[in-house]
């Protein structure tokens, strides 16, 4: 059996396997973290602005719930859609459990070394929101806050979301 790869759809393929796994992993971040200041969203997709490190179970739940979500949408795009974007794989268990596998062991294994970078230097409190909002303004990502984050930012820093988003320049 010959294996025949389109690769323009290969390839977006492969991004909605990132905008799924990062939009999965963000979104359970955002409902479940109780330090919430605000998100992000931009080209780059969605960040949680948080004052704390979120705890391991924490993140755990995250990589779990992202790597079913990829998982589904994987086994979905290579074996149900048709035509495939990869024609001629083998369609048994095993072949379907590797070929599924990859891209859930990939995308993990990415977002791992992020969370590592994250506990080899950490940073807490303003530093941290300061830090993750200047990070999403440089990338052009627009800025929400949440309840939470406009009580923090007029007792902090005396400011309205806007006069605070003014003022954190990148």
Same mark, same amino acid.
């Given at each position: 059996?010959?294996?025949?790869?389109?690769?323009?759809?290969?390839?977006?393929?492969?991004?909605?396997?990132? +905008?799924?796994?990062?939009? $999965?992993? /963000?979104? &359970?971040?955002? %409902?479940?973290?109780?330090? #919430?200041?605000?998100?992000? @969203?931009?080209?780059?997709?969605?960040?949680?602005?948080?004052?704390?490190?979120?705890?391991?179970?924490?993140?755990?739940?995250?990589? +779990?719930?992202?790597?079913? $979500?990829? /998982?589904? &949408?994987?086994? %979905?795009?290579?074996?149900? #859609?048709?035509?495939?974007? @990869?024609?001629?794989?083998?369609?048994?268990?095993?072949?379907?459990?590797?070929?599924?596998?990859?891209?859930?062991?990939?995308?993990?294994?990415?977002?791992?070394?992020?969370?590592?970078?994250?506990?080899?230097?950490?940073?807490?409190?303003?530093?941290?929101?300061?830090?993750?909002?200047?990070?999403?303004?440089?990338?052009?990502?627009?800025?929400?806050?949440?309840?939470?984050?406009?009580?923090?930012?007029?007792?902090?820093?005396?400011?309205?979301?806007?006069?605070?988003?003014?003022?954190?320049?990148?």
């Amino acid at each position: 059996m010959s294996i025949h790869i389109n690769p323009i759809y290969l390839t977006a393929v492969i991004l909605a396997w990132f +905008a799924i796994y990062h939009l $999965a992993y /963000a979104l &359970i971040g955002i %409902a479940r973290d109780r330090s #919430l200041v605000g998100w992000s @969203i931009g080209p780059l997709g969605i960040n949680a602005i948080t004052m704390q490190q979120p705890p391991v179970s924490q993140v755990i739940i995250q990589l +779990a719930s992202a790597a079913v $979500a990829v /998982a589904g &949408i994987s086994y %979905a795009s290579l074996y149900l #859609l048709i035509p495939p974007p @990869i024609a001629g794989l083998q369609q048994t268990v095993s072949a379907e459990l590797v070929a599924v596998a990859i891209p859930v062991a990939l995308l993990t294994f990415w977002r791992l070394l992020g969370i590592l970078r994250e506990w080899r230097f950490p940073l807490w409190g303003e530093a941290r929101v300061l830090a993750s909002i200047q990070r999403s303004r440089a990338t052009g990502a627009v800025v929400v806050f949440t309840a939470m984050g406009r009580t923090f930012l007029r007792e902090r820093f005396g400011a309205t979301p806007g006069e605070f988003l003014r003022t954190a320049r990148y």
